[in-house]
């Protein structure tokens, strides 16, 4: 293949955008915010696990404290309607008032264990409680540091973006300079040697893949027309002649 040397330095401006479009995707990927990001949202997913177990168990305590306090004041009730007989006079017989007195000591010392067992759901349901606003002001932490690395890493992303924007149409003025067929063979080649298709001769050394040229191979282009687009021996890339390529 043949192009005029002209073309093949504008080969080299080609691959030295392509190469920066390349620093800006990977920059773009290796933005730090991604893996702070990964790491809150992992922090705020395990919070709010935690959150609603905390408030699941709150809303057990609250129910268990209802029918706890429902069972109190039942008893309660029976506890007085006893007493209410056993003060009237009703109740003659020597028998029924020995049970209606056994009844209402028995309801008193049932009232008295529900009400323990009424404060210790209370206490349960204040500590459940007391986790739940806890939980809840951490969670609101930990995703305000997300909301903020999440805007951090969108505006930094729009630099990026822009900024690849403007080399894209850079590189398609530049590269509508350059021959179809040798742009098409540089295509090529950058897909098959990791994004360097193009690599210029600099003081005998190739710049693609960093070895120097042996005599033979030397003497191959320096008796090569100016014109002849030139391939490196070890990695096959276009090999640009320039001014410092120490022919």
Do not use: F, W
Not at 112 to 124: C, K
């Amino acid at each position: 293949m043949n192009a005029a040397p002209a073309d093949q330095i504008r080969l080299l401006d080609v691959q030295a955008l392509d190469v920066r479009l390349q620093q800006l995707a990977h920059k773009r990927k290796a933005l730090p915010e991604h893996a702070e990001i990964e790491a809150l949202t992992k922090d705020l997913t395990q919070l709010r696990d935690l959150l609603v177990a905390a408030q699941t168990e709150e809303s057990d305590c609250a129910r268990e404290q209802t029918k706890a306090e429902q069972d109190v004041d039942q008893v309660r009730q029976r506890a007085a309607r006893d007493q209410q007989r056993l003060d009237s006079g009703a109740v003659s017989s020597p028998k029924d008032l020995e049970n209606l007195q056994r009844e209402i000591t028995s309801l008193a010392k049932r009232q008295g264990d529900l009400e323990e067992i009424v404060l210790e759901v209370m206490e349960r349901r204040e500590s459940a409680q007391e986790r739940v606003t806890e939980l809840t002001e951490r969670t609101g932490a930990v995703q305000a540091k997300v909301d903020d690395a999440t805007a951090r890493r969108d505006t930094a992303q729009a630099g990026l973006d822009e900024e690849s924007a403007t080399v894209v149409k850079e590189r398609e003025v530049v590269a509508g300079t350059v021959p179809a067929d040798l742009l098409k063979l540089y295509d090529k080649l950058r897909e098959q040697q990791g994004g360097v298709g193009a690599a210029r001769l600099y003081q005998r050394k190739c710049e693609g893949c960093h070895i120097e040229l042996n005599i033979t191979e030397l003497n191959e282009v320096r008796s090569a027309a100016k014109d002849t687009v030139l391939r490196c021996e070890n990695c096959r890339r276009i090999l640009v002649r320039t001014a410092e390529s120490g022919l």
